[in-house]
């Protein structure tokens, strides 16, 4: 029942595909994926035995230089059909092993700058191509990683990520520094397309400037809201404010939570 981009572009006659270099079924993604309307899914049975050398399945170079001549040739065929392609990568989960050696000694490095060596790849396969100048590609991470040694859990610089976003169908650059957060992603696409994102109720448009800026991460047995002005940290098994005042902020990020529950409860 949760809303998805999927469900909306099928509605525009998109054609749906998603890439993973491992199992499918882990953490229950197919069946997120086929109510979500994918038309294809290339998992880690579409790859050969020989090439599923990693813990986790296939690394990301295979995976990204797949989808890429997949990409590519699709425009070529039909340079009038919409597609989402949708690449999920492996490789920077422990146990790190890569076949990539970087200036990096740390292995979880080692294997981020072997992804976005491969993320490299894949970009410049599809921007020597002529389907460069309508496509628009989005660059997210899901999630930290304790690193440097020591952070804690809760700790704000675990949850900062990178997002770009790129491709021929960007009109000009800009850098944009509003906070933000994954769940402002959809909503900030579908509104640049001129589609619908009421069902998002939790999200903003990041370039909607009368907006009030905000990021909401949660972590085991806690949350966290941050704004420009304050950042509040509240651990919700002790009921104690980690970080913050015990202001408004305080009670939006309470607030917050709680109605994250009852629309869960309401699933």
């Known amino acids: 029942n949760l809303p998805q981009i999927g469900k909306a572009l099928k509605q525009e006659g998109y054609l749906l595909n998603f890439y993973y270099g491992g199992d499918e079924d882990f953490t229950n993604m197919r069946s997120y994926l086929i109510n979500g309307k994918f038309d294809e899914r290339t998992v880690d049975k579409d790859f050969p035995v020989k090439e599923r050398l990693s813990k986790w399945g296939v690394h990301d170079h295979i995976v990204f230089e797949r989808a890429a001549h997949e990409i590519v040739q699709r425009y070529n065929q039909n340079s009038n059909a919409r597609y989402l392609d949708v690449i999920l990568t492996l490789s920077s989960h422990e146990p790190f092993e890569v076949p990539y050696t970087s200036n990096f000694r ?36 899901d999630h930290g990683y304790p690193y440097p040694d020591g952070i804690s859990n809760y700790d704000p610089l675990r949850y ?20 933000c957060s994954q769940i402002d992603l959809i909503p ?5 397309m001129g589609l619908e994102a009421q069902e998002y109720q939790f999200s903003k448009n990041i370039f909607d400037t009368t907006l009030t800026q ?14 420009p002005q304050e950042t509040v940290i509240i651990d919700a098994k002790a009921n104690l404010l980690l970080q913050g005042e015990k202001g408004h902020l305080n009670q939006q990020a309470r607030a917050f939570m709680q109605r994250i529950m009852e629309v869960i409860d309401q699933l």
Do not use: C
């Not at 900030?188 to 640049?192: D, K, S």
């Not at 905000?214 to 704004?227: H, K, M, P």
């Open 160 to 179: 900062r990520i990178p997002m770009a976003i790129i491709g021929g169908a960007v009109q000009q650059p800009i850098e944009v520094t509003n906070i």
């Open 106 to 141: 740390h292995p979880y490095l080692n294997s981020v700058a072997y992804t976005d060596n491969s993320l490299g790849k894949f970009v410049e396969i599809i921007k020597q191509s002529s389907a460069w100048e309508n496509t628009l590609i989005v660059l997210a991470s």
């Open 188 to 192: 900030t696409v579908l509104a640049e």
């Open 214 to 227: 905000f990021a909401f991460y949660s972590f085991n047995d806690g949350f966290a809201l941050i704004t």
